[in-house]
């Protein structure tokens, strides 16, 4: 059974700091790894798909990488704005699963 | 109406009473799926449908009753609730690839969620 950890489960930082989430899981047969943006009380919002043959994918000052063999992925946040506060989630694919993690709640202070 | 919509965005209801939760997709998709969020726990895949198919969690009480009966809609039927099944319910949809892989192949794409209070 795929379990998916995320590392920091809190993260505070002031603006204008880099940035790094970490995520590892399991079971490296995985179709994808995506990372998703939670609001308080909202749903969830897509920030990045990484397909199992792929390394990285970028999105503006987003950056997350895979390592299927390791188990890995971590989502790189640059130069970090109050408005990235949010909780951030990773989930591994599988045929007709998606496994989520906890979640990193990330506060970005002014 | 864009995305993925979820009807109700709040519900609270009793043990006793029978409610239904509706998700609609407008992107074309062709699978679906519910999610419980709870209070300091992952998301949880509840059900899939996919290219008429449905794949389900095991460990999903059978007090929830999925319905798609289309590509574009998806409801969840509720009926003698417990308080722990309070959460965040949230829908998502994919495009199933069919020959080149399953649901989890595409991007999900998810709705609002409705939050459930059973009293």
């Known amino acids: 059974k795929q379990e998916v950890t995320q590392i920091p489960a809190a993260l505070s930082v002031p603006e204008g700091e880099n940035l790094v989430l970490n995520c590892s899981f399991t079971?490296?047969?995985?179709?994808?790894l995506q990372w998703f943006r939670q609001d308080p009380g909202k749903g969830l919002t897509s920030l990045l798909l990484i397909q199992s043959s792929q390394r990285e994918q970028t999105s503006g000052r987003l950056n997350a990488s895979l390592d299927k063999s390791s188990g890995r992925s971590t989502l790189y946040i640059a130069a970090s704005q109050p408005g990235d506060s949010a909780t951030y989630l990773c989930a591994a694919s599988g045929y007709s699963t998606l496994t989520f993690g906890k979640g990193t709640m990330l506060l970005v202070s002014p | 109406e864009t995305g993925v919509t979820q009807t109700p965005r709040h519900l609270v209801m009793g043990m006793t009473n029978k409610k239904s939760l509706k998700c609609e997709q407008h992107?074309?998709?062709?699978?679906m799926y519910w999610y419980k969020q709870s209070a300091k726990k992952p998301l949880e895949l509840m059900f899939v449908?996919?290219?008429?198919?449905?794949?389900e969690n095991n460990s999903v009480p059978s007090r929830f009753s999925p319905e798609c009966p289309n590509s574009s809609h998806l409801f969840l039927h509720l009926h003698t609730l417990q308080p722990e099944d309070s959460a965040l319910y949230l829908c998502?949809?994919?495009?199933?690839?069919?020959?080149?892989?399953?649901?989890?192949?595409?991007?999900?794409?998810f709705g609002p969620g409705t939050r459930l209070t059973v009293l």
């Open positions: 079971d490296s047969a995985i179709y994808n």
């Open positions: 992107l074309g998709h062709n699978a």
């Open positions: 998502a949809s994919s495009q199933d690839p069919s020959l080149a892989g399953g649901p989890g192949w595409n991007e999900q794409f």
């Open positions: 449908y996919s290219l008429e198919e449905r794949v």
